[in-house]
């Protein structure tokens, strides 16, 4: 076998060149992965700085859920039909009850009638009662009645306090999308807002008592 060694003029040898080869390209190696090495923990702890410019905002939406809850406010009561908002006001029948209770018949009417609307009562055992309210075809203010011109919503929702009152809603199927317009804008006043679902045929019932209690609450 032929030998990479080779004689000197002074009888030494060479170093054998495989070796030395062996040598070079192990440490070159090394050197190779240790600099990988380096290189992902560097891109491991690394962290980006950010910047006001370069920062993104992240918006959380916030989602209401409509739970009803208990409340001792008052409640101020509304029809929602057709597209039209109507206010059925208890203190108005109540000052008319009044009125007709100091008059020649001192009794209690049945039925009590108002430009929009008319009421029935139903007297229950005890003090309390209910009062149906039935009101009249096309009665109520258009959205931009109600919120437009002398503004009565404005002067309504000033003149009452929120820690006090909340908004109770009769809503028909023809009009919930007035609806959630409306009581956006009775939430960005923090008034709380109840409502049930109706249909024409539906009973427009509000009682006193316990059963008052459980069927109108706000959200």
Known sequence: MFSKRKLLHDGGVTLNLDSLVDIVSNSVGILIILAVFMALISFMEFSPQTTPDTR????????????????????????????????????????????QLHGPDPSIPQRLTFDTHSVEIQML?????????????????????????????ENLTSSLPPEEYYFFFWVDSD????????RESLWDRDFEVGWKPVEPATPLQYCSGYSQSRSFRPQ
């Open 175 to 182: 009009s919930f999308e007035l609806f959630r317009d409306l």
């Open 125 to 153: 055992g005890g003090n309390s009662h209910c009062l149906y309210f039935e009101a009249k075809p096309g009665a109520g203010l258009w959205w931009h009645q109600l919120s437009g011109g002398s503004r009565p919503l």
């Open 56 to 99: 993104v905002n992240e918006e959380t939406d916030k989602i209401l859920i409509p739970w009803g809850h208990y409340s001792q406010k008052t409640a101020m009561l509304f029809l929602i039909r057709e597209n039209r908002v109507l206010r059925l006001d208890r203190g108005e029948y109540y000052q008319k009850l009044k009125n």
